[in-house]
């Protein structure tokens, strides 16, 4: 019956709250109030089942409070180990729970609010009743509760308290008899002696003290103004309301068994079901194996054989081309993977019926040409390999003669105009691949010309290329270690110095990457990046190097060092997100950064791809305040149209008119023209690639003073940039 009138005053509470909190709403809007919490502390705070939304007792009246003082509170749980701790960090408004005014870890001073309720604190021994003085006790508490420790400590002077990360820890201790018993708070306490290993664990009630509930801020004008503010709100609360809030959490069954309880609670009945089942499998095993020796050798056999066409299946023909290879070192063998083009047009338009009798001509024309030296098999669906051993280069042409060409024109000699398109990649068997055996391997080469030759929309055959099978492999390689790599630091963020020459001034930085794998050790981004741009990736590196960008900035700011940055934005980004301008201004504003601070690099080739795309995105960041580049400058792209389409604010020339290739006095005559042009159209150069003094001499007469490249300093990682940048000079 309590729990019913409880339930319905926190209804009725309820309702009037929202009722009050909407007409409010009406009339103004609500400031934003950060609240952090710790975790540890159900049913105070904790998260529902299944869902990240913290909630509680505290929760509930915290909000109300906020809500009716004019804020909009969200709830995070504190990163810190303690409440002391969190109350130093730029994370939170304001913190739950203090007892009293305590001082910060760094010695702050702080403000308290009204109380907002106010909580039993016992203690828990092992054994139950016992006559207990908190004066003279030794207490295990958790860290988080050093800022109620606090509090404690100025109740009990004589109390010697003793604190654990976890729980676990602290039941330990009790238990190995270290502390006299443990403290908090008495509703946590109903929450975690539901656990069964806790069953020897006793509340002592006769030693209960009442601990406030307060939020607090350190001190300062603003501090002292937000308390100011959320302590009105906590006087409309009345008791009722406070009470209806309590009795709505308290009876509620939170606690979740884990695996660990129930084996715990119910350890020996599991172990006997798991006995007496292990028995019957025991028993269902030897009379199933008893009633499949009958059938192994069909099975076998069946398993070797693919039943539609009657050559072999996958796995046998692994093992026969294995033994052959084995077997005939001294002859050349090619495998070949071929596959029909648009094969499910043929099921769909003629039948299934249709598409069975074509595979089984073909695998009929190919056993036509075999002999005990070769192997052929049928992979899956259309495809099949073959192990063929060549007396001769001519015999390839000849095996296309008698299978592929019968196979090609299978429905026309049948009066039906489809003509069959069969793509084969080829794989030579090389010398090396004999000492080690994989027949996978060469599989995966000879699918890897095939899907080549079908991209191109060609048929016929096409022999394996060597240097793209390790370009595959790498693709794939990569792909699948690139989260882990940047998690692990593998993946780095370097920064490269760019410099005003008549001053040896550092005035920015380019940020790059670079990857010291386990594996491989440190790669250059000329193999890792096109690889990662080919499966698409290239865009997870990209948002990881801006944001570990902005964070060095930030952290740069704070230390009073208002730096630049250089980001490279490629084309591949742009087929992930076409709202680039709205994650970099996201960035920005995450990290506290002015807009001129992040430079945005656009690969000049992005522009020829998708020019409209292209310029309207530069035109966008720039509305924000970002400085867009025009990178590779020179490099190949060049269009003076381009210049003339998009308004960008500093051009990045590539220094490839000056390499010792080609007319290099027509090299310099060019490099002054597009300085002067980019002048002229009201846009800054920076030269990148300067690795002679002799070039920066030549820049510095034409008027482009900013420079990059090895003369001054290569890429270094960000802690080596900033000691360099920090003397101002290179």
């Known amino acids: 019956m309590r729990t019913k009138q409880a339930g319905f005053l926190y209804g009725l509470t309820v309702f009037f709250l929202c009722t009050a909190s909407l007409s409010a709403a009406a009339e103004t809007s609500l400031t934003p109030l950060t609240v952090g919490v710790p975790a540890d502390r159900c049913p105070i705070f904790y998260k529902e089942h299944n869902s990240d939304t913290v909630t509680g007792i505290g929760i509930d009246l915290m909000r109300i409070a906020a809500e009716r003082a004019g804020f909009a509170p969200t709830f995070r749980y504190i990163e810190e180990e303690n409440v002391k701790q969190a109350l130093d960090s730029p994370l939170y408004d304001v913190v739950l729970p203090l007892g009293s005014a305590i001082t910060s870890a760094k010695g702050k001073h702080t403000l308290v609010t009204d109380n907002l309720f106010q909580t039993p604190f016992t203690i828990v021994t092992v054994h139950a009743k016992r006559k207990l003085s908190l004066n003279i006790l030794h207490v295990g508490m958790l860290e988080s509760l050093k800022g109620g420790a606090d509090t404690i400590q100025q109740l009990y002077p004589g109390i010697t308290i003793t604190f654990y990360k976890t729980t676990a820890e602290c039941v330990h201790a009790l238990r190995a008899k270290k502390v006299d018993a443990l403290l908090h708070n008495s509703y946590v306490w109903s929450y975690l002696l539901q656990k069964p290993a806790y069953k020897d664990l006793a509340v002592q009630p006769l030693v209960m003290f009442p601990m406030d509930f307060r939020a607090g801020v350190t001190e300062t004008p603003k501090g002292k103004a937000l308390i100011e503010k959320l302590n009105g709100g906590i006087a409309t609360l009345t008791d009722t309301q406070r009470q209806a809030v309590i009795l709505e959490y308290t009876p509620r069954s939170l606690y979740r068994y884990t695996a660990a309880d129930y084996l715990y609670r119910y350890g020996l009945f599991l172990l006997l079901t798991l006995l007496l089942t292990a028995g019957s499998i025991t028993l269902a095993i030897i009379h199933i194996r008893t009633t499949h020796l009958k059938h192994e050798e069909k099975l076998r056999q069946l398993m070797n054989q693919d039943l539609l066409t009657g050559v072999l299946s996958m796995s046998a023909f692994r093992v026969k081309a294995k033994e052959l290879l084995r077997s005939h070192p001294d002859k050349v063998y090619v495998l070949s993977y071929s596959n029909i083009r648009d094969f499910k047009y043929i099921n769909e338009s003629l039948g299934m019926d249709a598409g069975d009798e074509l595979l089984c001509f073909w695998a009929d024309k190919g056993k036509s040409i075999t002999t005990d030296e070769d192997a052929l098999g049928r992979i899956d669906a259309d495809h099949f390999a073959i192990l063929r051993h060549l007396d001769s280069l001519e015999q390839l042409d000849a095996d296309v003669k008698s299978v592929v060409e019968p196979v090609r024109d299978f429905f026309i000699n049948r009066n039906q105009e489809i003509r069959v398109q069969i793509c084969t990649g080829v794989y030579v068997v ?169 430079h945005i690099e656009i690969t000049e080739s992005a522009y020829v791809d998708n020019p409209e795309l292209l310029i309207n995105t530069t035109n966008r960041l720039r509305r924000h305040g970002f400085q867009v580049e025009m990178d590779d400058f020179g490099s190949g792209y060049s269009s003076l149209n381009m210049l003339k389409e998009v308004q960008v604010d500093r051009i990045k020339l590539d220094l490839h008119f000056l390499t010792e290739t080609g007319d290099q006095r027509k090299g310099r005559i060019i490099i002054e023209h597009i300085i002067n042009m980019a002048q002229a159209l009201g846009m800054e150069v920076i030269a990148e690639g300067v690795e002679y003094k002799d070039q920066a001499c030549f820049l510095k007469e034409l008027g482009c003073t900013e420079m990059q490249g090895f003369l001054f300093q290569k890429p270094m990682p960000a802690k080596e940039f900033d000691m360099l940048a920090s003397v101002q000079k290179v």
Not at 444 to 449: G, Q
């Open 430 to 598: 090389t010398p090396d691949d004999l000492e080690d055996i994989q027949i996978d391997k060469m599989l995966d080469c000879a699918r890897l010309a095939e899907s080549r030759l079908r991209k191109n929309h060609k048929s016929n055959f096409e022999f394996y290329n060597e240097e793209q099978w390790k370009t595959g492999k790498l693709v794939v390689d990569l792909a699948n270690h690139l989260p882990a790599a940047i998690e692990s630091n593998e993946v780095q963020v370097w920064y490269q110095p760019q410099v005003d020459y008549t001053t040896g001034i550092i005035i920015g930085a380019e940020a790059l990457t670079r990857w010291n794998s386990t594996n491989r050790g440190w790669g250059s981004p000329a193999d890792f990046i096109p690889a990662l741009e080919e499966t698409g990736l290239v865009f997870d590196l990209d948002l990881f190097v801006w944001e570990r960008a902005c964070q060095d900035l930030h952290r740069w700011n704070q230390e009073g060092k208002h730096r630049t940055v250089s980001v490279n934005l490629s084309r591949a980004d742009f087929a992930k997100d076409t709202d680039i301008p709205n994650h970099f201004l996201h960035l920005i504003q995450t990290y506290q950064l002015s807009p001129d601070q992040l």
